[in-house]
C-alpha cells in the first residue's frame, strides 16, 4: 500500500481514512476474540505484543476443561476423558506446523525457549579438532547469547576465540545479508554451526533465512534459528529451506500466556538419524513409554526431543491460541501486519516532515521483506520521557535503553485507527 497519497490530509482526514480501512478490514473480527487492556474504564492502544501478547478470550476455558478433567478423573486423566492428556502435544502440532511452514512431525512444544536451544545445541553442535566455530549476530538477545557462551564452555571451548559474531557497519544499524555470507564462506572451514536469531529482537530486522541456510549447507555447515520474535509474526517455510532446527517461545506474537510453552523444529532428515540427544521419558515412544525399561528409544520427529512431563494448562492456552491461527491464516495475518506497520512508518515519518527534522530514527529495514510488525524508533534526546508521555496517553509499547522506543501493531487486534493515534499523539508532544 502506497500512503504517500495521504501527506496532504489533515489529522482529521487521515483518522477518517484510518476507520475507513478498519470497516472493511476482513480480519477486524479478530479484535473480539482478545482481552484489551484497559485503564480507568477506556482500553489501551496496546503495541506491545512483541513482549507479552494479549489474552485469548477462550484461553480461561480452555483451562476449565482440563482443570475439570483433572477433577473428575485424577491421575487417569493422562488415559481418560474427552481427550487424553498423554498425547496432548498432538492437539498443536498441525497448527504450529502452518505457523512456522513444517510438516506436523518437525515441530513440538515443549519446555521454553532457552532449555531448547541448548537441547539443540547437544543435538547439532557436533565440533571437530578442526570444525569448532559458531557464527552468530552481535548483541542478539541475551538469553541466546548466555545460552551460547555457556554451551561452549561446557564443550570445553572459549567464546572469544570460539564465537564468530556478526555486526552491523560503522554507522549502521542492520546486518547487511551479503555481511552474513561472506562471513559465513571465510571462516567455513572452521565453522561447526551456524545459530542466529531470524529477527532481530532490538531492531525489527528480518534475516534472510532461507539464503543464509543455503550458503551454510553449501558448505557443510548445520543451521539453526531463535524465532522467538518471527513465530506468529512473519511467514516462515522452515522444511522448503532446509533449516536444521529452531526454537521459539509462544508469548509474544503467539499468544499463549506469560512464561508460555516453546516449540522447537528438526527438519525431517535428521529424525532417522542417531543423533545425540539429551533424552528425557516423555521423548521415549509413546507406545512403550510406560514399561520403563533400559535404553532410550525415542519418538519419531521432533516429539523425541521432550523431556519431561507436559504442562496441560500450559498446552491448552497454547492450543486455544493457535485456533485463532488456524481460522485466520498466517498469510493474512502477514498482510494486515504489512499494512498496519506501514502505516505507523508514515504516521512517524509526517511527523520528522512536520517538525522540520528527523526528531525520531526509525533503524527497522523500510523494506517489508525484512521486517515483521515491530518498528524500532531511537530518540537521542528526551526517549524516556516521550515514552513515558505516550503511556500518559494510553499507548503501551516498550521500553529498551539507551534510547530505543519499540512499537508493534499487532494484525489479530491493533486497528489502523490506533496507529493513527500513535501518530496523533507523536505530533502533539513532539
Keep these: ?39 480507568e474504564g477506556k482500553p489501551l492502544t496496546y503495541f506491545c505484543g512483541n513482549s507479552l501478547g494479549l489474552q485469548p478470550k477462550t ?18 486423566g493422562w488415559f481418560e476423558g474427552e481427550e487424553s492428556w498423554l498425547s496432548y502435544h498432538r492437539c498443536c502440532q498441525q497448527s504450529l506446523a502452518k505457523v512456522v511452514g513444517a510438516f506436523p512431525e518437525e515441530v513440538c512444544p515443549m519446555n521454553h525457549l532457552t532449555v531448547n536451544l541448548h537441547l539443540m545445541w547437544a543435538s547439532f553442535y557436533q565440533p571437530t579438532p578442526k570444525r569448532y566455530k559458531v557464527l552468530t549476530i552481535a548483541g542478539d538477545f541475551p538469553s541466546d547469547q548466555y545460552a ?118 528438526v527438519h525431517e532428515k535428521h529424525h532417522h538419524s542417531n543423533m545425540i540427544r539429551l533424552a528425557g521419558w516423555w521423548g521415549y515412544d509413546e507406545a512403550r513409554r510406560f514399561e ?13 526431543w521432550q523431556l519431561s512431563t507436559p504442562n496441560i494448562m500450559a498446552l491448552a492456552v497454547h492450543r486455544a491460541s493457535l485456533a485463532i491461527f488456524d481460522e485466520a491464516g498466517i498469510e493474512n ?7 498496519l506497520t506501514g502505516f505507523l512508518e508514515f504516521v512517524i515519518q509526517r511527523v520528522n516532515l512536520r517538525a522540520g527534522y528527523e526528531k ?21 534526546e528526551g526517549g524516556k520521557q516521550l515514552f513515558d508521555k505516550l503511556v500518559e496517553n494510553g499507548i503501551i509499547g516498550d521500553w529498551r535503553e539507551p534510547n530505543c522506543i519499540r512499537l508493534t501493531p499487532t494484525p489479530l487486534y491493533n486497528t489502523f485507527e490506533e496507529v493513527w493515534k500513535v501518530g496523533n499523539v507523536l505530533g502533539s508532544i513532539l
Design 148 to 265: 551460547i557462551e555457556t554451551h561452549l564452555k561446557f564443550r570445553g571451548y572459549d567464546p572469544a576465540e570460539a564465537l564468530i559474531e556478526v555486526s552491523p557497519r560503522v554507522g549502521e544499524y542492520i546486518i547487511r545479508t551479503e555481511d552474513l555470507l561472506t562471513s559465513i564462506e571465510q571462516n567455513a572451514d572452521e565453522l561447526a554451526l551456524v545459530c542466529m536469531s531470524g529477527l532481530n529482537y532490538y531492531t525489527g530486522q528480518v534475516y534472510d533465512m532461507k539464503t543464509i541456510a543455503a550458503k551454510a549447507h553449501s558448505l557443510g555447515i548445520l543451521v539453526g534459528f531463535d524465532l522467538a520474535h518471527a513465530a506468529g509474526n512473519v511467514s516462515l517455510q522452515l522444511h522448503d529451506w532446509g533449516v536444521d532446527f529452531a526454537v521459539w517461545c509462544s508469548y509474544k506474537y503467539l499468544n499463549s500466556g506469560p512464561g508460555g510453552v516453546s516449540g522447537v523444529f
Design 333 to 339: 495475518l502477514r498482510q494486515k501486519s504489512e499494512a
Design 360 to 380: 525520531i530514527r526509525l533503524i527497522t529495514p523500510i523494506d517489508p521483506v525484512q521486517r515483521g510488525s515491530q518498528l524500532s524508533l531511537l530518540i537521542d
Design 292 to 304: 520403563m525399561t533400559k535404553g532410550f528409544v525415542p519418538m519419531n520427529g521432533a516429539a523425541g
Design 1 to 39: 500500500m502506497n500512503y504517500e497519497t495521504l501527506h496532504s490530509l489533515s489529522p482529521q482526514e487521515l483518522h477518517t481514512w484510518a476507520l475507513q480501512q478498519d470497516q472493511t478490514d476482513p480480519l477486524r473480527a479478530f479484535r473480539d476474540r482478545f482481552f484489551i487492556p484497559e485503564r
Design 59 to 76: 484461553a480461561r476455558a480452555a483451562i476449565d476443561k482440563e482443570l475439570i478433567t483433572w477433577q473428575n478423573h485424577g491421575v487417569e
